[in-house]
């Protein structure tokens, strides 16, 4: 494509001819740009010389396009609305109107205590969206992200973001315990030493028994039970004994659907901030920009 004719024009004078054939005038055409009268007359100079005719002529109305002009006029006219279009397509941005699918790398654990209050709000203000959630068992899907099949990442353990990313915090979350109401040793409050002699259940996303928590205690738990899931441990705890050490927005979930006691923690394990990250291909992108502030809302 040849560049060298379009670039010799300044583009915002074609604005200023487009207002001219609406108008016939060129007062009208200068209250409309939000210019003076003077203003466009200059730039009406400058047009003359950039396409070498006079393209507007003076009449006892107003102005009239002379046969140059005429023809052009319809061609001007589209390129304008379609480059008003182009520029305004994210302003006028309608999550009702979309038709398309939002990828998330993420755990259940954002499943549970986000997607499940988001997906109804998500079916009323866009119905034609659809969410896909694949698993993210540990580092950033970098390439994923880079590639494309993945849109936005989200969890708490991820580590300094590389060049060409974004993130944002979505909330923090800290630590506490979880059994069964009638435990055959937890009744109405948890000591510790109650919870150091108790059989324990632990999340785990790379399926190692790693425990976090047994360096504070300065002795070892007895962890009968691993698993990657966040969504099956609250059957298991209303059928055992085992004792669940896990994220407090999570345990408030399972307490809603699921006869079970909640404790403070008696070790301190702190908290941890979720983190959504995405790639700059999908910065600017209205539907994307749209859904992350949707996350952003479940404080």
């Not at 004719?5 to 209250?31: C, E, G, M, W, Y």
């Not at 302003?91 to 997906?119: C, G, H, N, Q």
């Not at 345990?251 to 901030?273: A, K, M």
Request: hydrophobic content about 40%; charged content about 25%.
């Amino acid at each position: 494509m040849n560049y060298a004719h379009i670039k010799s024009i300044d583009l915002n004078l074609l604005v200023i001819a487009a207002a001219l054939f609406t108008h016939k005038n060129v007062s009208k055409a200068a209250r409309e740009l939000g210019m003076t009268q003077s203003a466009v007359s200059h730039a009406l100079a400058r047009l003359r010389l950039s396409f070498e005719d006079p393209l507007f002529v003076r009449t006892s109305k107003g102005i009239a396009p002379t046969e140059f002009a005429k023809n052009m006029e319809r061609e001007l006219l589209a390129w304008i609305h379609l480059g008003d279009q182009l520029v305004t397509r994210k302003k006028e941005f309608d999550p009702k109107s979309v038709k398309a699918r939002i990828v998330l790398a993420t755990s259940d654990y954002f499943e549970v205590t986000v997607m499940s209050r988001l997906l109804p709000i998500l079916a009323k203000e866009s119905p034609g969206l659809q969410i896909s959630i694949r698993p993210t068992l540990g580092d950033l899907p970098k390439k994923d992200l880079e590639e494309g099949r993945v849109d936005i990442a989200i969890a708490g353990h991820y580590s300094e973001m590389p060049e060409g990313f974004f993130q944002t915090k979505l909330f923090d979350d800290s630590f506490g315990v979880a059994v069964r109401k009638n435990h055959s040793r937890i009744q109405k409050s948890l000591t510790l030493e109650k919870y150091i002699e108790s059989d324990h259940a632990l999340i785990t996303l790379q399926g190692d028994f790693k425990d976090r928590v047994s360096p504070k205690l300065k002795r070892a738990r007895n962890i009968t039970y691993g698993t990657y899931s966040f969504t099956a441990l609250p059957w298991l705890l209303q059928n055992t004994d085992l004792v669940l050490t896990a994220p407090r927005r999570l345990l408030e979930r399972y307490s809603e659907f699921f006869p079970l006691q909640q404790f403070e923690c008696p070790v301190d394990l702190g908290s941890f901030t979720l983190r959504m990250v995405w790639q700059s291909q999908t910065h600017e992108n209205p539907l994307h920009q749209w859904f992350r502030t949707k996350l952003k809302e479940f404080k």
